[in-house]
């Protein structure tokens, strides 16, 4: 059974920390491309960040210098350490993984993933 299971998620000051964990199963992790986005109350689904399967990090600019991305083939698991958290990060986060050679400027289409997870929050308020 293909799973992706987000967490780290939670309630953060502005300035704050918080490092988020993807884990997957059921699938040949190390073949994918890895995803994170985002989706913030009312608004549509927003790239944040992309490692494709040899580990190159791709970033928006909306985060860049203050999110990194990382895998760990071994543990089938991706991360993203975010720093210098502000309220407009907050969302619902969402990995994936998808087969295809990753833009690294936004995500790719819908279709063209093949795992979703169920999403972790991510509040950052004082």
């Known amino acids: 059974q293909v799973q992706l299971v987000e967490s780290g998620g939670g309630l953060v000051q502005p300035g704050g920390s918080l490092r988020l964990s993807c884990a997957a199963s059921?699938?040949?992790?190390?073949?994918?491309?890895m995803s994170w986005v985002r989706q913030a109350p009312g608004r549509g689904l927003e790239w944040v960040s992309d490692v494709d399967s040899g580990g190159s990090p791709y970033y928006a600019d909306s985060v860049k210098g203050r999110f990194t991305i990382s895998r760990d083939n071994a543990k089938n698991t991706v991360y993203l350490q975010m720093t210098s958290l502000k309220p407009e990060d907050t969302g619902v986060y969402y990995c994936?993984?998808?087969?295809?050679?990753?833009?690294?400027?936004?995500?790719?289409?819908?279709?063209?993933?093949?795992?979703w997870g169920q999403g972790t929050q991510v509040t950052v308020s004082s």
């Open positions: 059921g699938f040949t992790f190390s073949s994918y491309a």
């Open positions: 994936a993984a998808t087969p295809y050679v990753v833009a690294g400027t936004d995500f790719l289409p819908i279709s063209e993933y093949d795992y």
